[in-house]
Every structure is written in C-alpha cells, then in structure tokens.
C-alpha cells in the first residue's frame, strides 16, 4: 500500500486530493515522513510501511533547486549541516526558509527557529560558508551555531499550519485534533455509529 500511494501522490493522480490520500495511508498504519534534504528525492517514495514526502511536494520550490540538492548529494555525500548543504548546493535564501520550516532540514538535530538564526547568519557571512570546509573556519561556524542554538521548537500548531501551507495538508496533526471540545461533546456521535440511528435526529 505504501508504494501504491506514493506512485499516486507523486503523479497527482486520483479522485482526491492529496490530503485524502494521505489521511487515508495514516489510517492504514501507514507512517508518513517529512520531506528531508538527506534522505528525499523529488517524487514520494514508499517502502514498507512508511512514505517519504518528495521535494516536489513543497510548494513553489523550484525544480532546479531540488534538482542540484538531489545530484550534490548522490556526489558528495549526505549534508552534515545547514551550513554545509548551503555551501555545496548554493541554494538561495527564500528555497531554504521553506525548506527549513517545513521540517525537510530536521536531520540536523536543531530546532527550526535555530535553523533559521543560523541562516540568517550564513546570508549575511557569506565568506564563513565560501570557507567551511577550512580547518581555519570550523572553529568559527561551531562557535556560531552553539551561540545561536534555541532549544524551544515551533509548537504542533504552528508546524501543522506551515504543513497547510507548504503541502496543503497536516503531518504533524490531523485536522479533527483541533476540534476536539466540539467532538466530545456530549451526545456528539462519531460517523461510523451513523447506522445505528437510521432515522433518528443526531449531531
């Protein structure tokens, strides 16, 4: 099933969009992953019981830009961290704003809004990412990373509404999580209950 549903996803195809599809996988017991610069391609991938999200899932990221991630990789090895995969993919600004709050750079082991300190960093320093792979340099970027590191991450909530926006679905929740007082409620009854009240008035 997970193979199926990624081939389905990464080719747009089906009645549905792809937040049914991918509600769907969950349900299924399928895990669904993050997009990530070490380990995603450009389409959706299964393997057993787990989709990875593809780049191309990842709104207005422009396909020369997944294009060199995915070859630097495959030639240099994985990114070891934000500022390395800055300095061999040159990747701009903006592409790596998305690429950070969307999840797809978690395999750093920092929080998302160190990521994007750190970035902020690397724009203006140019030069410290030009050198990152000097000796001389080292010093200075672990230096950097430590000073700016924030150890509080974004909530749930606000991952679930970048998720929204970058994939036009939620990973990290699932929308009726955020209904819940209205769920619960007592004589609310959940839709597969339906056919025990054929006839009767429910909520």
């Not at 990373?145 to 509080?152: A, G, H, M, P």
């Not at 955020?178 to 339906?194: A, L, R």
Request: with cysteine.
């Amino acid at each position: 099933p997970a193979e199926f549903l990624a081939a389905v996803l990464s080719n747009g195809g089906g009645y549905y969009s792809p937040a049914v599809y991918i509600q769907e996988a969950k349900r299924k017991g399928i895990k669904i992953e993050l997009p990530s610069v070490n380990e995603s391609i450009a389409n959706y991938t299964g393997r057993d019981k787990v989709i990875i999200i593809g780049l191309m899932a990842i709104k207005n990221l422009p396909k020369t830009t997944i294009d060199i991630i995915i070859e630097e990789r495959s030639s240099g090895g994985l990114y070891k961290s934000l500022a390395d995969f800055l300095a061999r993919t040159q990747t701009g600004y903006e592409d790596a704003v998305k690429l950070i709050k969307c999840g797809a750079m978690d395999c750093f082991g920092e929080t998302r809004p160190t990521l994007m300190r750190l970035l902020d960093i690397y724009t203006k320093k140019r030069k410290i990412l030009e050198m990152h792979s000097s000796d001389l340099f080292f010093d200075e970027i672990y230096k950097t990373e430590v000073e700016l590191n924030c150890s509080i991450d974004y909530s749930d909530n606000e991952k679930c509404r970048i998720e929204l926006e970058m994939f036009d679905y939620m990973i990290t929740k699932h929308p009726l999580d955020f209904f819940e007082e209205w769920i619960n409620v007592q004589g609310v009854i959940s839709s597969i209950e339906m056919s025990k009240y054929n006839g009767k008035k429910v909520k």
